[in-house]
């Protein structure tokens, strides 16, 4: 299922850079048992596979998933294209983490963290499972500036995904569709009850059940707005799902977000 939207390039994104939210920003963590999880930062030109040598022993992570089947975080050794194999790194990116109360009363900052030269990066957040989690990858100047940091609504937002708070009050589903720009679009209440995708050309990807990173129709190009809200998604099975590691503290399942990024031919003057 896809639709049009007439604002195109990175909607979401520039939603979430200008919107005027009127909630206070709360830096200091509530309360409550603190979880984690994995991100492979990536671009919409990646063309990873699954890591065949990692067992989780979960079925139910996302579409096409089994316990022998990660997501496709690892490179494939056929491709060998310069934007299939790239990773955004902390060199140009970073993280920030908020979650959102169910009352939409506050945005509440986790802090901001950093991908490692593979793309990877570990998230971590304190708030309750039935809270919001907002995670953004925003850019960095070249001398290395995190431009907007500390404002969820500033910066240069390369990608966004969004797992709304668990039963949302009725004016904190009012900003979740002013957020993700369903507030002009017909069934956007049972759009924002779907996982979907708003890819870099501008068009909406629900997505059939869990969340697919190989949908039919983007391929692994999924973002640069990811929206989770399937049956069974919230901080706990996100956390349970993406914040798994083996032995050696490595990742067993990644989400795989796909950061707008542009690449440009090198020229060379001698």
């Known amino acids: 299922m896809s639709r049009k939207y007439s604002s195109y390039l990175l909607l979401a994104l520039l939603v979430l850079s200008t919107i005027a939210v009127a909630v206070p920003l709360v830096s200091t963590p509530a309360a409550a048992a603190g979880k984690s999880a994995w991100l492979k930062i990536v671009t919409s030109a990646w063309k990873g596979t699954t890591c ?28 060998t294209g310069f934007a299939d194999r790239f990773n955004v790194t902390d060199m140009e990116a970073y993280v920030e983490v908020y979650t959102i109360k169910p009352e939409w009363g506050y945005v509440q900052s986790e802090g901001k963290f950093e991908p490692n030269a593979t793309g990877f990066v570990k998230i971590s957040w304190d708030a309750p499972d039935d809270w919001g989690l ?12 995190k431009i907007g940091e ?17 039963d949302p009050s009725a004016e904190a589903l009012k900003q979740i569709r002013e957020l993700t720009g369903l507030n002009t679009t017909t069934n956007a209440d049972d759009t924002l009850k779907a996982n979907f995708t708003i890819n870099d050309d501008g068009i909406l990807d629900v997505h059939p059940g869990y969340f697919d990173f190989n949908l039919s129709r983007a391929g692994l190009g999924s973002g640069p707005f990811d929206y989770l809200n399937g049956t069974y998604v919230d901080l706990g099975s996100f956390a349970k ?9 490595t990742p067993v399942n990644a989400a795989i977000p796909s950061a707008a990024k542009l690449f440009k031919h090198f020229h060379v003057h001698s």
């Open 52 to 79: 065949k040598a990692i067992y989780d022993g979960i079925d139910s992570g996302f579409a096409g998933d089994s316990p022998s089947v990660t997501t496709p975080m690892c490179i494939d050794p056929s491709v």
């Open 134 to 145: 907002l995670v953004l990858v925003k850019a960095k100047s070249y001398y290395g500036e």
């Open 150 to 166: 500390g404002d969820p609504f500033e910066g240069i937002i390369m990608y966004a995904l969004l797992i709304p708070p668990r």
């Open 241 to 249: 799902i993406f914040g798994n590691e083996t032995d050696a503290r």
